[in-house]
């Protein structure tokens, strides 16, 4: 198991998003969704920390984890 420490700084905003991709819909998210909202995101001063792929025994495999720092 590895561990991943995250110092996070006071008066900031972060959001933290957990997503399943279904695997019909993965062509759409990536070519169409990520295209619109990212630009979005850097309006509004918003950047991808990291990006993070994880398997739980309660989560199927492709799941991941995106910290935004607004």
Do not use: C
Request: glycine content about 8%.
């Amino acid at each position: 198991m590895r561990n991943l420490e995250i110092v996070l700084q006071k008066d900031k905003v972060y959001e933290i998003a957990f997503a399943s991709i279904k695997p019909d819909k993965k062509e759409q998210l990536f070519e169409e969704y990520f295209p619109k909202a990212g630009p979005i995101v850097g309006e509004y001063g918003g950047k991808v920390l990291l990006r993070l792929r994880y398997r739980l025994t309660m989560h199927k495999e492709g799941n991941s984890l995106n910290p935004i720092w607004w």
